[in-house]
């Protein structure tokens, strides 16, 4: 069964960077979009970035020009990097394989001076 492993996340101050990582595992991880999602306390599960196999990226607008999603096909890998974060970015950080019900246990992130 395919798996998903997050790496990365921790306690940084606003305007900081952190760089999430997914290490996948399965035959197909080319073949699927990736994603990273997150769920702040008391909200609803929402996505922050999505991309294709081919490596076409989709943002969520509250994170466009700050975070950039990426993936590394060979190393059946996707990253996130996070720039400029803020204390509303504070939240538990999935990785997600759309299309399919196969999510990481996921990474926290809090922003916070």
């Known amino acids: 069964q395919a798996q998903l492993v997050e790496s990365g996340g921790g306690l940084v101050q606003p305007g900081g960077s952190l760089r999430l990582s997914c290490a996948a595992s399965?035959?197909?991880?080319?073949?699927?979009?990736m994603g990273w999602y997150r769920q702040a306390p008391g909200q609803q599960r929402e996505s922050v970035a999505v991309i294709t196999p081919a490596g076409s990226p989709n943002y969520d607008s509250s994170v466009k020009g700050r975070f950039t999603i990426s993936r590394d096909n060979g190393k059946k890998m996707v990253y996130l990097q996070m720039n400029d974060l803020k204390p509303e970015d504070t939240a538990v950080y999935y990785c997600h394989t759309l299309r399919t019900t196969i999510w990481g246990q996921g990474t926290q992130v809090t922003v916070s001076s």
């Open positions: 399965g035959n197909n991880f080319r073949l699927n979009i």
